[in-house]
């Protein structure tokens, strides 16, 4: 089931996305609702799953982990020998 959203909510979820610190207080002035009404707003979607959790972004250089790839590959060849030429 989709939760139904309006444009407020979605403006609210903007914000979060950018800065999950950003307080009820600065994010009620940006969508010019009341604090109560905002705060409300976001513990309704928290309560609903619309948000899951509140994240860090951490920086990979400085954390000592300046790459990740995730590689997905498809085939239709199955064969060792395959398997062999491709490593």
Request: one cysteine or more; charged letters at 30%; hydrophobic letters at 45%.
């Amino acid at each position: 089931m989709n939760a139904k959203l309006d444009t407020i909510d979605h403006r609210i979820l903007s914000i979060l996305q950018r800065d999950a610190t950003e307080t009820v207080d600065a994010i009620s002035e940006q969508v010019t609702l009341s604090r109560n009404a905002c705060w409300r707003r976001i513990k309704a979607m928290e309560a609903s799953g619309v948000i899951r959790a509140r994240v860090a972004l951490l920086d990979p250089i400085k954390i000592g982990c300046p790459l990740t790839v995730l590689v997905l590959i498809r085939t239709d060849h199955h064969s060792d020998a395959w398997r062999k030429d491709f490593a």
